[in-house]
């Protein structure tokens, strides 16, 4: 009746008898919009016949009221629906709440789900949206206010990492600051297979805002990274196992890190024996002060997944970030069962390990041990290369380095890293995008970020 009201021209088709003074359906009669009842559509030819005229065709079969098996009418509806779809480009699917057949918890869709242009949720986004094969269905997903109460929503422990909430968290650079002011970052990465993995981290974290990073790194590599990397500082570690960090560096890093307020370790450093006793001595032994903050990545997490209860031994907080296959190592959880439930994958490992998780891939995930979750909406192709994941530590390192959360730095990292992800795809396309293409437009994003900030304060 709305539709009508703005202009269009409307039908209605009834999969289902509606209840007798249905007050709606009143209305539709009193303005003459024709209504088509399935009952008198025993083959569907009426639907067919107005589908193939249709510009516009709205989904507002179930929304999130049906999770079970789409059968009978509605199935043969809706797939009808889609098949229209395939052969009419110019035809338009909006969904309301979700399209039909998407379970809003799971992401698992019926085989009668139609693919919408459009979806219009109401109040609040569904999970199920944001998980596979569930988020191919959806389109383009616009939040609509039904006036629900806010404070109805506060106990929610899973959100979206949105713009406004990542420029609301970006910590500000005061005129009196210095290089102190924006926190000191260590990263211990590199071997002389992964020289590149070294350089993104450190670079990234450099470009995303800290005062000063440290690059430890075997000292062979160390000339390679400095002429590549002017910005940086450098501490060379003892080399053992092929030109790896060897065992006994884990002490003189130890000795370095006074003054620095995070720690990266893992980035290209390998799994030779002497990185093995590196890590462990680094991280486990429990004698070395670490910093504050501390971010754990590729070499390291496998390195970790090898020794058991090894959260029992670290204590503290800390941030992982796997990817599906690290996070499979780590859990000892089959890789199809952890992407087919990121969320409570994340979240119940969070809790176990006393430890932020960062499970990466089409819309990362973020697990605080105190149960809490934000979910990126970002599924970037752009990021599927190598290198990436060295960038978004990088980033990760100097958000906790200007003193933020584990929990807060690893989700406005995640937010920074995808919007950069789609500022660089936006110009040049996926394909062939490298990690280093991130790294000249973080300030461009995070300036962005600020200036929103600055006018939702006006």
Not at 361 to 379: L, Q
Not at 430 to 435: K, M
């Amino acid at each position: 009746r709305h539709l009508q009201r703005w202009g269009a021209r409307v039908k209605v088709y009834l999969c289902s008898k509606r209840p007798a003074g249905d007050k709606n359906l009143e209305i539709v009669n009193d303005r003459g919009i024709p209504v088509i009842r399935v009952e008198k559509d025993g083959d569907f030819s009426l639907l067919e016949e107005e589908i193939n005229t249709a510009q516009v065709i709205v989904d507002s079969l179930f929304g999130t009221g049906k999770v079970r098996p789409l059968e009978g009418v509605y199935r043969e509806a809706l797939l009808k629906v889609s098949q229209a779809r395939k052969k009419r480009r110019d035809l338009t699917l909006v969904a309301l709440d979700l399209p039909s057949g998407l379970n809003p918890d799971s992401g698992v869709v019926d085989a009668a789900c139609p693919t919408a242009d459009v979806t219009i949720t109401m109040a609040n986004p569904k999970r199920g949206m944001y998980a596979f094969p569930g988020a191919e269905k959806t389109g383009k997903i616009i939040v609509a206010d039904i006036g629900i109460p806010g404070h109805l929503s506060e106990d929610i422990n899973v959100s979206l990492i949105t713009e406004g909430w990542a420029a609301e968290h970006l910590p500000g650079r005061p005129l009196h600051a210095n290089k102190g002011t924006f926190g000191k970052v260590m990263v211990a990465v590199g071997s002389p297979n992964y020289i590149g993995a070294a350089y993104l981290a450190a670079a990234a974290a450099c470009r995303a805002g800290a005062g000063l990073v440290t690059a430890a790194a075997p000292s062979s590599l160390v000339p390679i990274l400095a002429a590549k990397l002017t910005e940086a500082t450098y501490l060379p570690l003892p080399e053992g196992d092929g030109g790896c960090i060897a065992g006994n560096a884990a002490e003189l890093l130890e000795k370095s890190l006074d003054g620095y307020d995070a720690l990266l370790i893992g980035c290209g450093i390998g799994q030779s024996l002497s990185t093995v006793e590196f890590v462990k001595a680094l991280l486990l032994s429990g004698q070395g002060k670490l910093p504050r903050g501390i971010v754990i990545d590729a070499d390291a997490l496998n390195i970790l997944s090898r020794v058991n209860n090894w959260w029992e031994r670290m204590p503290g907080d800390a941030v992982l970030t796997p990817h599906p296959g690290e996070m499979s190592r780590l859990t000892g959880l089959p890789l199809e069962k952890i992407q087919a439930a990121r969320l409570e994958t994340s979240m119940e490992a969070a809790a176990r390990w006393g430890k932020t998780v960062v499970l990466k891939g089409a819309f990362t995930i973020i697990a605080s041990p105190d149960n809490r979750a934000m979910i990126s909406p970002a599924a970037e192709p752009g990021l599927a290369t190598a290198g990436t994941g060295d960038v978004l530590a990088g980033i990760i390192a100097a958000f906790l380095a200007r003193g933020l959360d584990s929990f807060t730095a690893a989700a406005l990292g995640v937010y920074i890293h995808a919007a950069a992800a789609k500022f660089v795809t936006a110009k040049q396309g996926p394909a062939g995008t490298v990690a280093g293409d991130l790294l000249p437009v973080l300030p461009y994003i995070i300036k962005g970020l600020g200036e929103k900030k600055d006018a939702d304060k006006i």
